[in-house]
């Protein structure tokens, strides 16, 4: 009798020690949870872009206005005198006020943007999108208009590099300022560190040489922590080609050329 209590004893310490160490393991796996919740908050955000092994690349990308490049020897920084260009690994900044973003679809008809330059010497001008010789109406005040065809139905992103800075914009025809609620169809204009925005930001343009290995860089200071782009070869892109067109601000008169 003395044996089957001791038996039965050591059995009811046993449970209780199974049962105590059960709660020990649970409460040490809720902390590990709460441990690998804290690091995938403080993990960066990963972007991945798709390139092309074996070929050049120059893309552009709309980021936080207050996005930095996290220190690292493989890219170096572009400026405006040292601009990056393939094969070259390299990520710039546009200037401020110096650049402009258009992306969407013009339908039909034309879209326009006169462009006031911060110099009062120079002249207004304007760009002017359309898809072949339609009409498009006198814009007040324009001495200088540079013509865009788009193409038809293709969704198109396209950087204006001027070599002014330019103090407002005025919208003409089937255009709209860039919003976060607009779908991507729709043409818009994007100006960098637009302040009637509901977030400011910049424009970065990436370039250089896929191989074989993925490339990385990683941008800080963005109102939603840090971003990691990660560049894969593959067969099939993800990123959308972007046209960029510099102009060099004119000082005379020609109304209606190109």
Not at 71 to 98: L, R, V
Not at 119 to 132: E, Y
Request: proline share 6%; glycine share 6%.
């Amino acid at each position: 009798a003395l044996n089957c209590k001791l038996s039965t004893h050591y059995r009811h310490k046993e449970a209780a020690d199974n049962l105590q160490f059960k709660a020990n393991q649970g409460s040490m796996q809720f902390v590990i949870c709460l441990i690998y919740a804290a690091l995938a908050t403080a993990e960066s955000e990963i972007i991945r872009v798709n390139l092309k092994p074996a070929t050049d690349f120059a893309f552009s990308t709309v980021v936080p206005a207050s996005s930095e490049v996290l220190e690292n020897p493989t890219w170096s920084i572009g400026t405006s005198a040292y601009s990056c260009a393939a094969p070259k690994s390299c990520i710039q900044f546009y200037q401020p006020k110096h650049s402009l973003q258009i992306s969407g679809n013009l339908e039909n008809g034309y879209a326009a943007i006169t462009l006031i330059p911060e110099n009062p010497t120079l002249p207004t001008i304007a760009v002017v999108m359309m898809q072949g010789d339609e009409w498009f109406p006198e814009l007040p005040g324009v001495q200088f208009i540079r013509k865009i065809v788009l193409t038809p139905h293709f969704l198109e992103t396209r950087i204006l590099r001027f070599n002014t800075g330019i103090k407002e914009i005025i919208l003409h025809g089937k255009i709209k300022h860039f919003s976060d609620h607009e779908p991507e169809s729709v043409l818009q204009v994007l100006r960098p560190y637009d302040e009637s925005n509901e977030h400011q930001r910049k424009l970065m343009r990436v370039t250089g040489r896929m191989e074989i290995e993925y490339q990385s860089f990683t941008l800080t200071g963005g109102p939603m922590g840090d971003e990691k782009y990660v560049l894969m070869p593959s067969e099939i892109t993800t990123i959308q080609k972007t046209v960029v067109d510099v102009f060099d601000w004119p000082e005379g008169y020609n109304r209606g050329g190109k």
